[in-house]
């Protein structure tokens, strides 16, 4: 079983920058997918990007070109950053950690592709106004 608990939302005005961070314990050393999940009011869960924590593979992005969120991975630390810049109001939601053990960059992959993951924090808010 793995925990995930989120850190660093608040309240933030327009234009301005937050990190969010995500800390994994339990049993992680085996391979671990993980991203962040957004939930604004009244709207579904959207995966904004999600990384293999292997220290060498490529983070994934729901919009890589237009993205203004960067996703890091601490392997020392066990953590997972968001780098969440220029935001809006558009913005707010309800930020989630979520988990998944696997062995390989490959099976992320299809993790991040079915947005299955098994394992959730409890979020963490943002609001941008």
């Known amino acids: 079983q793995v925990q995930l608990v989120e850190s660093g939302g608040g309240s933030v005005q327009a234009g301005g920058s937050l990190r969010l961070s995500c800390t994994a314990s339990g049993n992680t050393v085996s391979g671990y997918c993980m991203a962040w999940v957004r939930q604004a009011p009244g709207k579904e869960r959207e995966a904004d990007a999600g990384?293999?924590?292997?220290?060498?593979?490529?983070?994934y992005y729901s919009n890589f070109l237009s993205r203004k969120f960067d996703i890091s991975h601490d392997k020392a630390k066990n953590t997972l950053y968001l780098d969440m810049n220029n935001l809006t109001p558009d913005d707010t939601a309800m930020y989630f950690c979520a988990g998944a053990v696997v062995h390989s960059d490959f099976g992320c992959s299809k993790i991040w592709v079915r947005r299955d993951f098994p394992s959730w924090g409890q979020g963490t808010q943002v609001t941008v106004s």
């Open positions: 990384i293999y924590t292997d220290g060498i593979s490529a983070p």
